[in-house]
C-alpha cells in the first residue's frame, strides 16, 4: 500500500517530468530541489523530513537492500514510476539522517545525433571492434546515456550478442538484431568479477560494464578485452588523463607495471564528456576524444601524464579532440556561450587568444 510519502515522491516525480528536470534531490531539512538545464531550482512549498525520506525507502527497498544501507550507508537501486517512466535513486547518509539522489532515466533510448555527438565520433566508435574503450565524466555528464546510445545503434545494425553488467540496471534494451542480456550485480552475479568471468567462455561480442570498481574489477576487464571482445565502461573521472591517473592509483605497487601495459595495449578510446549550458536555455554536449597511437600507448604504459596532457592539449590529428578544442567549434556553431565556456576550457590563456 502506499504510504503518504511514497504519494508525495510521486506528485514530485510527476513534477520532475513536467520541468523535463534531470534530477531531484531530496536532502533533510532543505526543500526538494530539481536540476533543470544545470540550474537548481528548489519546490518551496515543502520541506525534506528524516520520517519523509525513510518511508520513501521503507516503501521501495527490499529488505535484503534495507539492510545493505544501513551497512554501507548507501544505496544505488531504479524505480519505475506507474509503469511510463524509470528512475534512478541513490539513497545516502548525511548528518545521519537517510536522504536521495533521483536521476531522471529516458524512456526512449535518444541516438548519437539527438545527443549531439559528432557524427565523425560516432563513425570512429563504432569502427572500434575489440578492446576497450571508456567513457568518462564527472556525474550528471550523461555518460551512462551516450553508451546507451552506441549500444542501442548497434543493437539496431549489428547481429551480435551483448552483455551489460551494471548496478543497478538503469536503461532497458530491447533485442533487435542483437541480442542483449542485462546482468545485475547482486541479483544475476555475485560480484563484479564473477560477471566478467562468466563472459569470457561466452560468444559475445560487446560487454558494458556500468564502473571500473578497483584494481581485481579492472584486471577482469582487461582480459575480457585481451580475449578480443569489445568492453565498453564507465568511469567518474573528468578527462582523459584523469581517468588513465584513477587507474594508476588503483593499482597495487606489484600490479602496476603489469596491469598498465596491459592497460595501454588494450585501449582503444577514451571518449570525455561534459554538458555544457547553451545559449537556447538546453545543454550542449562537449566531447574529448582520445584514440592511442603507439607513441602515446607508451606514455600511458610509463604514467608520463604530463607530456599526455600536452598531446591531448595540441594535437591536430584526427585521432584526438580535446575539450577546449570542442567548446571552440560549440562557440563557433553558436550553440554556447563565449564566456560559458572561458569556464570549462583547461587553458583558459590560449582559449581567450584563439577569438582574438
Do not use: C
Not at 588523463?241 to 607495471?257: F, G
Not at 566531447?287 to 603507439?294: C, K, L, Q
Not at 584526427?318 to 571552440?328: G, K, P, T, Y
Amino acid at each position: 500500500m502506499d504510504t503518504a510519502s511514497l504519494l508525495s515522491l510521486k506528485k514530485f516525480l510527476a513534477t520532475v517530468e513536467e520541468y523535463r528536470a534531470s534530477d531531484l534531490h531530496l536532502s533533510v531539512g532543505n526543500p526538494p530541489t530539481l536540476r533543470v538545464n544545470g540550474q537548481l531550482i528548489p519546490i518551496k512549498e515543502t520541506v525534506v523530513t528524516p520520517k519523509f525520506v525513510t518511508e520513501i525507502a521503507d516503501a521501495i527497498l527490499t529488505a535484503d537492500q534495507k539492510q545493505k544501507l544501513q551497512e554501507q550507508k548507501e544505496l544505488i537501486v531504479t524505480f519505475d514510476f506507474e509503469s511510463k517512466k524509470r528512475f534512478r535513486i541513490h539513497f545516502f547518509f548525511q548528518q545521519g539522517y537517510i536522504s536521495a539522489s533521483i536521476r531522471s532515466i529516458h524512456n526512449m533510448i535518444p541516438t548519437p545525433d539527438q545527443l549531439g555527438i559528432p557524427t565523425q565520433i560516432t563513425q570512429r566508435l563504432l569502427g572500434i571492434h575489440q578492446g576497450l574503450v571508456l567513457y568518462v565524466g564527472s556525474f550528471g555528464s550523461g555518460r551512462t546515456t551516450t553508451v546507451a546510445s552506441l549500444v542501442n545503434h548497434i543493437n539496431n545494425q549489428q547481429a551480435w550478442r551483448i552483455i551489460t553488467i551494471e548496478q543497478p540496471v538503469e536503461y532497458i534494451f530491447a533485442d533487435n538484431k542483437s541480442i542483449i542480456e542485462q546482468r545485475e550485480v547482486g541479483k544475476d552475479a555475485s560480484t563484479w568479477s564473477q560477471a566478467l568471468e562468466s563472459v569470457l567462455d561466452e560468444d559475445v561480442q560487446l560487454v558494458v560494464v556500468s564502473d571500473v570498481l578497483g584494481e581485481q574489477v579492472l584486471e577482469k576487464i582487461l582480459e575480457v578485452a585481451e580475449s578480443g571482445r569489445l568492453v565498453y565502461s564507465t568511469m567518474n573521472a573528468s578527462h582523459t588523463v584523469s581517468a588513465i591517473e584513477r587507474i594508476i592509483n588503483m593499482l597495487s605497487s606489484e600490479k602496476k607495471t603489469y596491469m598498465m601495459s596491459k592497460f595501454s595495449s588494450v585501449l582503444e578510446a577514451i571518449v570525455g564528456q561534459k554538458l555544457i549550458p547553451g545559449v537556447d536555455g538546453g545543454l550542449k554536449l562537449a566531447m574529448e576524444i582520445f584514440i592511442p597511437n603507439s607513441m602515446t600507448r607508451t606514455l600511458i604504459k610509463e604514467g608520463s601524464l604530463y607530456q599526455l596532457s600536452h598531446i591531448i592539449q595540441t594535437s591536430q590529428e584526427e585521432s584526438i579532440q580535446s575539450f577546449d578544442l570542442a567548446l571552440v567549434e560549440l562557440v563557433q556553431q553558436h550553440k554556447i556561450a563565449l564566456e560559458r565556456a572561458m569556464e570549462h576550457a583547461h587553458n583558459k590563456e590560449a582559449f581567450r587568444a584563439f577569438f582574438r
